[in-house]
C-alpha cells in the first residue's frame, strides 16, 4: 500500500491531466519575416531536391525555429559561404545557417546556437587492411576538406601529405582511385553519400573520431536581440523533441527527445503501465529469453572470433607475399586470374586491377607480344597449360622497353583433401642472374685467349733459350719478348683483379685535392714518351678548375686507359685530342638525367677524341659492359674488354658520368664528368 498522501497526489494529477494543454514558447517574434542564407550543396544538410526544393537537415531545423517564433516567411538564399558572408555583413541576410565553427568566424561575428555535432572520421577502402587506426595515418595522402577542423590537428601531431578538397563527392573519387590513402570528413554527410550512392560495401571507416565539427546560426555582432531571439527559439527546438525528430527523420539515428513538461505526467503513466507489463513479460518469458540469449552471444563471440583470426590470417597473407621478392599470381580451376602480388604486377607490366577476375589468356597474350620467338614460347605455354596438375618451368626475354629476363614456376595448387584448386605461378626476374652467366662465359673465352698467349710466347721463347746455345743478341731479343709478354700478362690480371675489386664495392677512394690540369699534362707527358712520336697529343684546357676532390691513382688510371684506347683504335699518324673544360651547366648531347645534374654539376669535363674507325651504333652502348669487345674489321687490336669497364666503375665511385660519342670512320669521343668539390 501507498501512503495516503502519494495516492492523492497521484489521484490529483490524474484528474489534472485532461486540463492541461501543451506547452507554449515564451519567446515572442521579433519579426514577419527573417531572410537566411546557407550552403548551397552539404546534402544531407542543406540541398536542392529534384524538384528544385532548398531542403535538408539544417533547412528543417530553420523553418522549426521559424514557425517557434511566430515568422511564416522564412527566406532562403543559398550561395557559397564568401558570398553568404558579404551579405551578411552587408545587411542583405539576417543570419546563416549550418555555419562549421572556427575561432575566426567567432571572433568577428556571433553563432546564435550551435545545433549540431558531428565527429570527423577516417574513411578508408574496404581491402585496405594496412590501416586500422589514426596512427597508421603518419605518411599517408590524406584528403580533407578546407575547413575541417581535423586539418589543424593533424598537421601537429605528425607527418601527413594533405590533398584539400571542396567537396566529399571529390574525396572520395581519389580514394577510390587510389590517388589518396584515406579521406577524414563528416561522419553522417559521408555514410549518407555512400548509401545513396551505394558505395557503402567499397569503403570503411576505421578508429574512432578525429576531431568534433559544431555546426550553428552565424549573425552580425551588432544583432544582439536577434541573437539571443535564436538561440531561445533553439533551445525550445531541443526541448520540445522537435530537433530530435527532424535528426531522426533525416538519418535515423539516435537522439532521444526531452518530452515537453506538459506531456510529463501522461508519459510518466505510460511508462509505469509500459514497465509492469514488460515485467510480466520477462517473468513468465526468463527461462526462454535468457537461454535464447545466452545461444545468440555464444554464437556472437564464436563469430567474432572467428573473424577476427580470419582478419588476422588474411592479412599475414598477405603481407607475406606482398614482401616476397617475386611475383605471385593464383589462378582458379576455370582460368581466372584470383591473386596477383604486387610484385608480379609489375614484372607483367601491367596493374593489378587490370588482370584480377581476368582470364589467364590475358597474360599469354600480354607477354607473346613482348617477347623475343613468341611462337617457341607460345608453344611452351600451350603445353603448361594442357598440364595444369603437373609443374612446369618456362623462361623468356622481355624487350619491349629495356631487356628483362623472367622465369615462370607453374605449380598446382590443392586444398586440405588434396583435389585440385587452381594453379600458382612464381614469376623471377632473373636478368641479373643471365648476367652473371653470360660474363662467366665470356670470362673465360677471354682468359682462355688472352692469358693462353702470352703464356705461349713465355714457355716457348724461355724453352729455345734453354735447349739452344745461342748468339747474345738473339739471348737478347728473346728476354726481351718474354719481359714484354709478362707485362702484358700481368696488365691482363692487373685488370681481372680491378674490376673484381670495383664489382665487389670494397674499394675505398683516397681522395684528396689535386690540380686536375697538372695530373692531365702529367699522365699525357708520361704516355707521350711511351708512344715514341708515333703520334702527336695535343691537350686544350678551357677554364677548367683550379682543383678536385679525387683518388689521384685511379684517376690517372681512367686517363690512361682512355689515351691507350685511343691509341690503338686511331689510324696511324692521326693525332688524339684531350680537353679539359669547366661545366655549370648542362649539355643537352651528355643525354643525363636532369635530376643527376643538380648532384653533378659544377664538374670539369676531361673529352678525350680520336680519329679512327668508330664505334658502331649497335654496340654504342654496350662498350661499357665488361669483357665485351667491339667487333670490327680490324681483328689484330689486342685486348680483355676490362679497360672501358673499369673507367665507368671508377667514375661512377667518384659521382661522376662517362659516356661516349661515335661517328663510324670518322671519329670517336669520350667524356668524363668529375663533379668540383662545392665550397
Not at 241 to 247: L, S
Not at 341 to 369: C, F, K, M, T, W
Not at 476 to 482: A, E, L, N, S, V
Request: glycine share 6%; aromatic share 8%; proline share 4%.
Amino acid at each position: 500500500m501507498l501512503p495516503f498522501y502519494r495516492g492523492a497526489a497521484i489521484i490529483l494529477i490524474i484528474l489534472l491531466i485532461p486540463f492541461s494543454g501543451p506547452a507554449q514558447s515564451d519567446t515572442p517574434a521579433v519579426r514577419d519575416r527573417i531572410v537566411v542564407g546557407g550552403p548551397l550543396d552539404v546534402a544531407p544538410y542543406t540541398y536542392f531536391d529534384r524538384s528544385g526544393v532548398y531542403t535538408g537537415f539544417s533547412v528543417d531545423i530553420m523553418r522549426a525555429a521559424g514557425e517557434i517564433l511566430g515568422i511564416d516567411n522564412v527566406l532562403f538564399y543559398p550561395a557559397s559561404q564568401d558570398e553568404n558572408l558579404k551579405a551578411l555583413i552587408q545587411g542583405e541576410l539576417d543570419c546563416i545557417h549550418f555555419v562549421r565553427y572556427t575561432s575566426h568566424l567567432a571572433r568577428d561575428f556571433t553563432f546564435a546556437a550551435i545545433y549540431l555535432e558531428s565527429p570527423s572520421v577516417i574513411f578508408v577502402q574496404s581491402k585496405r587492411y594496412d590501416m586500422a587506426n589514426q596512427e597508421d595515418l603518419e605518411g599517408k595522402k590524406i584528403a580533407i576538406l578546407k575547413e575541417d577542423p581535423a586539418y589543424k590537428r593533424l598537421r601537429l601531431l605528425g607527418k601527413h601529405y594533405f590533398f584539400t578538397v571542396d567537396h566529399y563527392a571529390e574525396a572520395f573519387r581519389l580514394l577510390w582511385e587510389g590517388q589518396v590513402d584515406a579521406y577524414i570528413g563528416e561522419r553522417l554527410s559521408g555514410l549518407r553519400y555512400l548509401g545513396k550512392s551505394g558505395l557503402d560495401e567499397r569503403f570503411k571507416i576505421i578508429g574512432t573520431g578525429v576531431a568534433v565539427s559544431q555546426f550553428g546560426v552565424l549573425v552580425r555582432k551588432d544583432q544582439h536581440e536577434l541573437a539571443q531571439t535564436l538561440k531561445s527559439a533553439f533551445r525550445e527546438i531541443d526541448k520540445s523533441g522537435q530537433q530530435a525528430r527532424i535528426f531522426q527523420q533525416w538519418f535515423g539515428e539516435g537522439r532521444h527527445p526531452q518530452p515537453v513538461l506538459s506531456h510529463r505526467f501522461i508519459r510518466w503513466i505510460m511508462i509505469f503501465v509500459g514497465a509492469s507489463l514488460l515485467v510480466a513479460t520477462i517473468v513468465l518469458g526468463w527461462n526462454l529469453l535468457l537461454q535464447r540469449e545466452l545461444q545468440l552471444k555464444a554464437i556472437a563471440i564464436e563469430k567474432a572470433v572467428l573473424d577476427k583470426k580470419i582478419m588476422e590470417e588474411k592479412s599475414r597473407f598477405e603481407a607475406i607475399v606482398q614482401s616476397m621478392t617475386q611475383g605471385l599470381m593464383l589462378v582458379d580451376p576455370q582460368g581466372q586470374i584470383a591473386y596477383l602480388n604486387a610484385h608480379g604486377a609489375q614484372y607483367l607490366g601491367r596493374r593489378v586491377e587490370d588482370l584480377l577476375n581476368h582470364p589467364l589468356s590475358v597474360v599469354n597474350d600480354y607477354i607473346l607480344n613482348k617477347v623475343e620467338e613468341p611462337e617457341i614460347l607460345r608453344r611452351k605455354l600451350e603445353h603448361a597449360e594442357l598440364n595444369p596438375t603437373r609443374p612446369s618451368v618456362l623462361e623468356y626475354t622481355m624487350t619491349a622497353t629495356k631487356r628483362q629476363d623472367i622465369r615462370l614456376k607453374f605449380f598446382p595448387v590443392r586444398d586440405l583433401s588434396g583435389n585440385y584448386a587452381g594453379r600458382g605461378i612464381l614469376l623471377e626476374d632473373i636478368t641479373h642472374e643471365r648476367a652473371v652467366e653470360r660474363l662467366k662465359s665470356e670470362f673465360v673465352s677471354i682468359a682462355s685467349h688472352e692469358l693462353r698467349t702470352p703464356m705461349t710466347s713465355i714457355l716457348g721463347f724461355s724453352e729455345l733459350m734453354l735447349i739452344k746455345n745461342l748468339p747474345m743478341d738473339v739471348v737478347k731479343r728473346y728476354t726481351t719478348q718474354i719481359h714484354n709478354e709478362a707485362e702484358r700478362l700481368t696488365r691482363i690480371l692487373n685488370d681481372m683483379l680491378d674490376i673484381s675489386y670495383l664489382e665487389s664495392g670494397e674499394g675505398i677512394l683516397e681522395k684528396k685535392q689535386i690540380r686536375i690540369v697538372d695530373l692531365v699534362n702529367e699522365v699525357v707527358e708520361n704516355f707521350r714518351a711511351q708512344l715514341k712520336n708515333r703520334r702527336d697529343l695535343q691537350v686544350c684546357i678551357s677554364g677548367a678548375p683550379q682543383t678536385v676532390m679525387a683518388d689521384q691513382d685511379k684517376i690517372t688510371q681512367v686517363l690512361w686507359n682512355l689515351l691507350s684506347n685511343a691509341d690503338k683504335y686511331s689510324a696511324n699518324g692521326r693525332e688524339v685530342l684531350i680537353d679539359v673544360l669547366e661545366r655549370r651547366q648542362a649539355d643537352p648531347e651528355w643525354g643525363i638525367n636532369m635530376e643527376e645534374l643538380d648532384i653533378i654539376l659544377p664538374a670539369v669535363e676531361l673529352k678525350v677524341t680520336d680519329f679512327g674507325q668508330g664505334i658502331p651504333q649497335d654496340q654504342l652502348s654496350m662498350i661499357f659492359i665488361p669483357f665485351h669487345r667491339v667487333e670490327t674489321e680490324v681483328h689484330t687490336i689486342r685486348g680483355t674488354g676490362l679497360g672501358l669497364a673499369i673507367v665507368k666503375r671508377i667514375v661512377e665511385a667518384h659521382g661522376g658520368r662517362v659516356w661516349a660519342f661515335s661517328e663510324p670512320g670518322k671519329q670517336t669521343v669520350f667524356s668524363v664528368l668529375l663533379p668540383v668539390e662545392r665550397t
